[in-house]
């Protein structure tokens, strides 16, 4: 399929409309302006340009991320912390704003999902059940000290 060529202020635009749509990180950008026949330097001029304007902001993107990953898809610190390490965000970063999750509401999300999930075991050892439904919320990403914490409560 033959590609359209756009002119800078065409891509430039493009760029900015993709990150208006919703908050990206530097690495879905760089992607982006992959799809475009960009010479390195035009490459930095739009990247320094998004920076610039606040159109890309990794701070605000990773927060927004953090947010929607733990309170839409129920998503713990690890599997939160891991998906935002593939697209190269910072460690320090990262640790930085996990302030975006409220402990109280963390405790709260591992209980409602040990509670959904284990009461949906049927005909299984209580030993049985416990183990299933930590696996499972460790592949939520939760942490197995707080899963722990939680089942020392129930």
Do not use: P
């Amino acid at each position: 399929m033959e590609k359209k060529s756009f002119t800078f202020d065409e891509i430039k635009l493009k760029l900015v409309n993709y990150c208006v749509y919703q908050d990206r990180c530097h690495a879905e950008v760089e992607q982006k302006m992959r799809e475009f026949l960009l010479i390195e330097e035009a490459k930095d001029e739009i990247i320094l340009y998004l920076l610039k304007e606040n159109y890309l902001n990794e701070e605000r993107f990773t927060r927004s991320y953090i947010r929607g990953k733990f309170y839409i898809k129920h998503w713990g610190r690890n599997k939160i912390k891991m998906h935002l390490k593939m697209k190269q965000i910072s460690e320090k970063l990262i640790s930085k704003c996990f302030d975006e999750i409220d402990e109280g509401d963390y405790e709260k999300m591992i209980r409602k999902i040990f509670e959904d999930y284990s009461s949906k075991q049927k005909g299984l050892q209580e030993y049985q059940k416990k183990s299933k439904t930590i696996k499972y919320l460790m592949s939520r990403g939760f942490e197995y000290e707080k899963i722990n914490d939680t089942f020392d409560e129930t």
